[in-house]
């Protein structure tokens, strides 16, 4: 079956800028799940989202948002890009009731300038 | 809060060594342990998984056990092959409900040489 699909791959932005991100998650999975991930913090949390409701929040500014449609595809977007903001992001999906279980997607590599 | 701590790296080994990754984590209840494995230009995957004390994670020759008194779950492997050579993260999820947050290690760079 197909894997979990983010476009673009690739991403080069300057500072003020906005991005939007996508995902679309395995058929069937309804979980929703997007990190950053970055050489000096590692892999943080950004949101979950569950059936077009977000489930949990990380500790990220306002200027991070996300949604998911019905079909349970997300987009993540930031506003008014920092060079900080530079990273991998990646989203991970998963079957209700296995949270165990969680797919993640090759990332989308973000870089601002 | 919860945590999750790994050893720094980068570990290089020759192939057919014994490979220990050092993994301690912070949490309240009892959280499910991983570990993820990041190939070269690839995405995450689950290498193994344990969801409670004294349970064994077990895939590909690796293996990590939950151990609940040390708060650990060190990975260890048997013999190295190169293909093993990947970042090797540890995390947890809190069980609380559908909660699916992933707190994570800073991951583990491994190199193995022929």
Known sequence: KAGVTQTPRYLI???????????????????????????????????????????????FPGRFSGRQFSNSRSEMNVSTLELGDSALYLCACGLAGSPDTQYFGPGTRLTVL | GNSVTQMEGPVTLSEEAFLTINCTYTATGYPSLFWYVQYPGEGLQLLLKATKADDKGSNKGFEATYRKETTSFHLEKGSVQVSDSAVYFCALRWNAGNNRKLIWGLGTSLAVNP
Do not use: A, D, M
């Open chain 1, 13 to 59: 932005k300057t500072r003020g800028q906005q991005v939007t991100l996508s995902c679309s998650p395995i058929s069937g999975h309804r979980s929703v799940s997007w990190y950053q991930q970055t050489p000096g913090q590692g892999l943080q949390f950004l949101f979950e989202y569950f059936s077009e409701t977000q489930r949990n929040k990380g500790n």
